[in-house]
């Protein structure tokens, strides 16, 4: 195995996916979001809230569009880049990526008629309604595709003999024992980052003095949705650590730093590692197992108990750690937004905390990205857990790294002109002037 191309494949592949994350997540969050302010604007009878999912939904778009671009390219290079993963997967898993599809096409259609009926309902319900489907086409293709990654971890619906599948069960390959907290955590945290995003940008444009109550209705429900989401999101990945203890102990032992199996293990944030011995840590006692089992004295399976060449990279650790500073912090600053609105604290609206929530936006972002590190990184060495290595399924063919060149700067391109087409799209359309001809009876 020419271990040049199993790198750049690797490579190649992580950039893709690492691209294509924030848009897929943009694209399972934003429906939500606009269901419920144009839900919001309809119970209250509030222009505001109405405008947001206007704005939001037309912002949605680009994302859609370039989300579009990237997923493809992943289907593609899963095809190129390992196609004896492919031959042997996708006898198996081929169903909810069909169904993945069928999703998105349900979520396209009436987004483009939800779009383009604007103000021609006579009842604002009606048209309210229409993204019902959107929201739950874009969550199921998320789900869809999380099914395939919950595959990946947790293999089952087929016998493998002799090198041939028998016994092939499509339905049973999907619903895998990491289906439900892969799923859960995808969603939740898809939800939890874009209402931070959100909300970042309404608190960017108070600081920037447009002290417009659009902006501060935004800024108070996307904290209100970030704070459930966020709690959400820990409930799950309380779940994920019960489930790695279990069934992938290798994985959670190394982004633990756990090396040798324990009563009482501790939870270990941060530090360096010096050989086995860690230093500089935090360590707080016990938590480990409870993580593991709900009991602090349970019994955790240490890494050393697992050969080598079947161990994750430690690495792991310092996504994890990031992923869950992050994940406190989101809790923490909605929580002290919320609870200090209700108490009438005037220091949530200062500038300093509103920086804070600005910056909670790209923080959310960095922490999906940790998290999609953690769980890929963390199934090494293996591409099809416990049955086919990485190196097994990567091509055999030279010039990747020129493929990785290539991508990299088209998906730079990509960014740069989405962030340019969103900046004018609202730059142009300003809230007032978007209420003035609403008010005006302009459409």
Same mark, same amino acid.
């Given at each position: 195995m020419?271990?040049?191309?199993v790198?750049?494949? *690797? ?12 848009? &897929? ?26 405008? +947001? $999912?206007?704005r ?37 898993? &081929?169903?909810?990526l ?6 998105f096409?349900f ?29 739950i ?14 595959? +990946?971890?947790?293999? %089952? ?7 041939e ?42 600081l920037?003095?447009?002290? @417009? ?20 999101? &820990? ?19 190394a ?13 270990i944030?941060f ?13 707080i ?7 593991a089992?709900?009991?602090?004295? $349970?019994e ?35 929580? &002290? ?5 209700? %108490?009438?604290?005037?220091?949530? @609206? ?28 963390? *199934? ?6 416990g ?14 790294e ?20 969103? *900046? %004018? ?7 007032e002037?978007e209420?003035?001809? %609403? ?5």
């Amino acid at each position: 195995m020419d271990q040049s191309a199993v790198f750049w494949s *690797r490579a190649l592949t992580e950039l893709t996916l690492s691209f294509h994350i924030l848009f &897929a997540t943009l694209g399972v969050g934003v429906p939500l979001m606009i269901l419920i302010a144009q839900y919001v604007g309809y119970k209250k009878n509030d222009a505001h809230y109405t405008l +947001m $999912a206007r704005r939001w939904a037309r912002g949605f778009t680009i994302t859609v569009a370039v989300g579009v671009v990237t997923g493809t390219v992943i289907g593609l290079q899963l095809s190129l880049l390992w196609p004896q993963f492919m031959e042997l997967a996708g006898q198996i898993i &081929a169903l909810p990526l069909f169904m993945e599809t069928f999703a998105f096409f349900f979520e396209a259609i009436f987004l483009g008629i939800y779009l383009y009926t604007w103000d021609r309902f006579q009842n604002p319900k009606h048209h309210m309604l229409l993204l019902i489907p959107v929201a739950i086409g874009a969550s199921m293709s998320a789900v869809f595709i999380t099914i395939v990654n919950a595959f +990946m971890n947790a293999p %089952r619906g087929f016998d493998l003999v002799g090198g041939e599948l028998i016994n092939i069960q499509p339905i049973l390959a999907m619903f895998t024992p990491a289906m439900p907290t892969k799923i859960g955590h995808v969603l939740t945290s898809s939800y939890m980052t874009v209402a931070f995003i959100l909300a970042a940008i309404a608190a960017y444009r108070l600081l920037r003095g447009e002290d @417009h109550v659009y902006h501060k209705k935004a800024l108070s429900l996307m904290m209100k949705l970030g704070i459930i989401f966020s709690l959400a999101t &820990a409930l799950v990945g309380d779940f994920s650590a019960k489930y790695l203890a279990e069934y992938q102990p290798e994985k959670l032992a190394a982004a633990e730093w756990h090396f040798e199996t324990e009563a009482g293990a501790d939870l270990i944030f941060f530090g360096v590692l010096d050989g086995e011995e860690v230093k500089y840590e935090i360590r707080i006692p016990k938590v480990l197992s409870f993580l593991a089992s709900n009991d602090f004295n $349970a019994e955790v399976t240490g890494l050393n108990e697992f050969s080598e060449d079947e161990q994750p990279p430690l690495i792991t650790h310092y996504f994890f750690d990031v992923m869950v500073s992050i994940g406190v912090l989101m809790i923490f600053v909605s929580f &002290a937004f919320v609870f200090g609105k209700w %108490r009438n604290w005037q220091w949530i @609206h200062s500038r300093p905390f509103r920086w804070f929530i600005v910056l909670s936006g790209p923080l959310s972002l960095v922490a999906i990205e940790a998290g999609w590190w953690l769980a890929e990184l963390g *199934r090494q060495p293996w591409i099809l857990y416990g049955i086919m290595r990485t190196a097994d399924g990567a091509t055999t063919a030279t010039g990747v790294e020129w493929l990785f060149i290539a991508f990299a700067i088209v998906y730079f391109i990509l960014a740069i002109g989405s962030i340019v087409v969103l *900046r %004018r799209m609202f730059k142009h359309n300003p809230v007032e002037k978007e209420l003035a001809m %609403r008010e005006g009876g302009g459409v």
